[in-house]
């Protein structure tokens, strides 16, 4: 049974940073790219981040610059570096394979940016 689950929110400070990660129960994580998405309240869930299994990574326009995702395969883990957090990070992060599967999503992890 493939299960997702998120790790590393919390609340910081506008500036701040958090490292946020994902460990991917279950034969999948090889096979697949990986990303990170978040919710902010009332919004629609986007994707924030991407990275194939080779390493190659894609960023939202608005976070390219402040936040790096990173992936250990041998460690089924997939990372998501937050630098320079802006209150309008504040969103529930998930992590979910690209493009995601209904399945796989999790319970998310929140991240608040506030002072």
């Known amino acids: 049974q493939v299960q997702l689950v998120e790790s590393g929110g919390g609340l910081v400070q506008p500036g701040g940073s958090l490292r946020l990660s994902c460990v991917v129960s279950?034969?999948?994580?090889?096979?697949?790219?990986m990303g990170w998405y978040r919710q902010a309240p009332g919004k629609q869930r986007d994707l924030v981040a991407s990275?194939?299994?080779?390493?190659?990574?894609n960023y939202g326009v608005a976070v390219k610059g402040r936040f790096t995702i990173s992936r250990d395969n041998g460690k089924n883990t997939v990372y998501l570096e937050m630098n320079s957090l802006q209150p309008e990070d504040t969103a529930v992060y998930y992590c979910?394979?690209?493009?995601?599967?209904?399945?796989?999503w999790g319970q998310g992890t929140q991240v608040t940016v506030s002072s």
């Open positions: 979910n394979t690209m493009p995601p599967i209904r399945a796989y």
């Open positions: 990275i194939t299994t080779g390493g190659r990574t």
């Open positions: 279950g034969s999948i994580f090889s096979f697949y790219i």
